[in-house]
Every structure is written in structure tokens, then in C-alpha cells.
């Protein structure tokens, strides 16, 4: 599966799905950087055919009323330690690319994976 990780989720992350066998790319590695604008996330995934994983809220409503990205993972833990974060990824690695099958938006917090339409 591809991933775009914004700026407010760790480094290490898209190394570890990596490791996993994804296609990962973070904000660090986009010529903006963490400066990349939302618009041009969205740009980059769809163009890609990446999901696009957020932990900013605010960005979920917008991208649902635009439809763009074609595909978001929303990370709704609150605060969370980037190992813990990471552990998460990994033991729902599975269960996160069924669920980015069958939805193009799928909420992921602490306790489950949530689908929406």
C-alpha cells in the first residue's frame, strides 16, 4: 500500500512501514517539507494513489467535503509516544490495508479501526 505521512506524525513511522513492504513517503522527503500545504498533499496523493495519514482533525471535514484525497487515515489517539504510535501501526498492519480496501476513509484511534463512507 502507499502512504503520505504528514508532518505531524514521526519519521520513524515511515520507516517502520517501510520495513513492513509499503510505499511510504513523508512530508520530510516533499521539497516544501513540513511546509508542504494540504492542497498539495491531497495533489500528491491522488496523483500517486496514496492515503493520505493525518493527525490533524481539522483537515478531515474539508477532505470529505472535497474529495480529496481519494483516500485519508485519520490517526485520532490524542496524544500518543511515537513508539506506541508505531506498535500500533505494526499490529494493525493487516487490518489497516483491508479496511483501506473497502473505505476511503478509515479512522484509526487507540481503540479500533473505525470505516466511514
Avoid at 519519521?11 to 520530510?28: N, S, W
Avoid at 482533525?57 to 484525497?69: E, K
Avoid at 508505531?86 to 494493525?92: N, P
Wanted: hydrophobic share 40%.
Amino acid at each position: 500500500m502507499k502512504f503520505l505521512l504528514d508532518a505531524q506524525l514521526p519519521p520513524r513511522l515511515a520507516e517502520k512501514l517501510r520495513v513492513l513492504g509499503h510505499d511510504v513517503i513523508h512530508t520530510l522527503d516533499l521539497s516544501e517539507g513540513n511546509r508542504t500545504s494540504d492542497r498539495e498533499i491531497c495533489r500528491i496523493a491522488d496523483s500517486e494513489g496514496r492515503v493520505v495519514v493525518k493527525k490533524d482533525r481539522d483537515f478531515v471535514d474539508p477532505a470529505i467535503l472535497m474529495g480529496s484525497p481519494a483516500r485519508l487515515l485519520p490517526i485520532t489517539t490524542g496524544n500518543i509516544g511515537n513508539d506506541d504510535l508505531i506498535e500500533l501501526f505494526r499490529s494493525r498492519s493487516t487490518e489497516i490495508e483491508s479496511s483501506l480496501r473497502k473505505s476511503r476513509f478509515v479512522e484509526m484511534s487507540r481503540s479500533g479501526l473505525f470505516l466511514h463512507e
